[in-house]
């Protein structure tokens, strides 16, 4: 006999699952065709047709346990072939947006973080009290320097607890998900997680699930770019440490320093890859599907930073002070919502999809 289940439907949870992006989620009369195209799907356990039907009946425990959110890339060929328009793929976005919301600690951080307004006054009051109270509100004279204006130990002093406050946070929140994700197949697994883990990873570099997409096949190259923009612009932080505290090469750093070279490759590979996913989510593709405004404030957001990082150098060397040290606050501002939000905005989705693809691997499940 199959085991009986009450279930326990959240009324809540689809509205408000409504609200960021899964509208059409009623539309759907589960005929299949979603988790018959979708590249992603295995046989033996088929997706997303299940997530609709969840996602109708409000199972909201269920769906925040459920690995499929994730390992979904968002590729859209289930809401193309569609035959009513609920565009699946959208509504595991949703999901995907819910999910971060609903495990984020603390959770008013995730409120925050659905405000832009409120979101990016945080660091503007934090990072103009912080030049008040160190007493550099005002534009100096002589030479552009950086650091003249916002010191490089302030920053330290600003950005280091605050960054390492999300870094907690956000693995308090994965390990929340990795204890759910252990309750679905026990301890049954045919690999360990550092192997799995790390093929995951070489994976992600190299970004081969993306490959599967049909419809949105051009995302690829845009999100490959933004990856190793982020991943360049991280290593460029180390490197100038390591010439601030080691090397004790102080800024401003020649044009030529092989440093240089990197750090604007990266913020150059940034602002292509984040026009080439703009691009890409503005051309009309013939389906019908919708970018929620959960996913657009993170793409802006990632836009302004690179053009910010950018005109932030451009300023500088073309001497402008007046618009070179205010543009390099407002650059601050956007560094400070990338990271210190990070946990709670579209850049968290990293750390669940690659826990989510372990998994898979571990218990052999993983398609490719
Ligand atoms: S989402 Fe569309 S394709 Fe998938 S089961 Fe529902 S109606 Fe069918
Ligand atoms: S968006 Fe792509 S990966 Fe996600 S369920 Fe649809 S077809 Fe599958």
């Known amino acids: 006999m199959p085991e009986e289940r009450v279930l326990s439907p959240d009324i809540n949870f689809i509205r408000d699952l409504k609200k960021v992006g899964g509208e059409t989620l009623k539309k759907c009369y589960q005929c299949a065709t979603c988790s018959v195209v979708c590249p992603m799907s295995p046989d033996d356990r088929p997706f997303p047709r299940k997530e609709m039907i969840m996602a109708q009946m409000g199972l909201k425990e269920s769906l925040l346990a459920d690995p499929d959110i994730w390992y979904c890339h968002n590729c859209n060929d289930c809401s193309k072939y569609c035959p009513r328009g609920a565009r699946p793929g959208d509504v595991l976005s949703a999901l995907r947006a819910k999910f971060i919301n609903e495990n984020a600690i603390p959770s008013f ?59 907690i946070t956000y693995i308090v929140s994965l390990l929340r998900f990795w204890g759910k994700l252990k309750t679905l197949n026990g301890t049954n697994y045919q690999k360990g997680f550092g192997d799995a883990f790390v093929e995951t990873i070489v994976e992600f570099l190299k970004h081969t699930k993306f490959t599967k997409c049909e419809t949105n096949a051009d995302r690829k190259n845009g999100h490959m770019l933004v990856f190793y923009g982020f991943v360049g612009l991280f290593i460029t932080t180390c490197w100038i440490t390591f010439y601030y505290y080691v090397m004790k090469i102080h800024s401003p ?84 919502y990338i990271i210190v939000y990070f946990p709670y905005s579209k850049l968290a989705h990293m750390g669940y999809r690659a826990l989510a693809i372990t998994y898979y691997k571990m218990v052999g499940k993983d398609v490719m």
């Open 109 to 167: 951080m995730a409120k925050i973080v659905r405000n832009p307004i409120l979101a990016l006054a945080i660091p503007f009051v934090v990072l103009f009290l912080t030049l008040a109270a160190t007493g550099n509100l005002h534009i100096p004279e002589g030479k552009i320097v950086y650091s003249h204006f916002f010191p490089i130990d302030v920053i330290e002093k600003l950005f280091i607890p605050l960054v390492g406050l999300a870094g």
């Open 253 to 336: 750093i020649s044009l030529g320093d092989p440093m240089k070279w990197f750090a604007n490759i990266s913020a150059i590979s940034l602002l292509v890859g984040i026009l080439a996913i703009i691009g890409s989510r503005m051309k009309d593709k013939g389906i019908n599907t919708k970018t929620s405004s959960f996913d657009w404030t993170f793409i802006i957001m990632v836009l302004l930073l690179a053009v910010t990082g950018i005109l932030t150098e451009l300023t500088r060397l073309a001497g402008i002070r007046q618009i070179a040290y205010p543009m390099y606050f407002v650059h601050l501002m956007f560094v400070f």
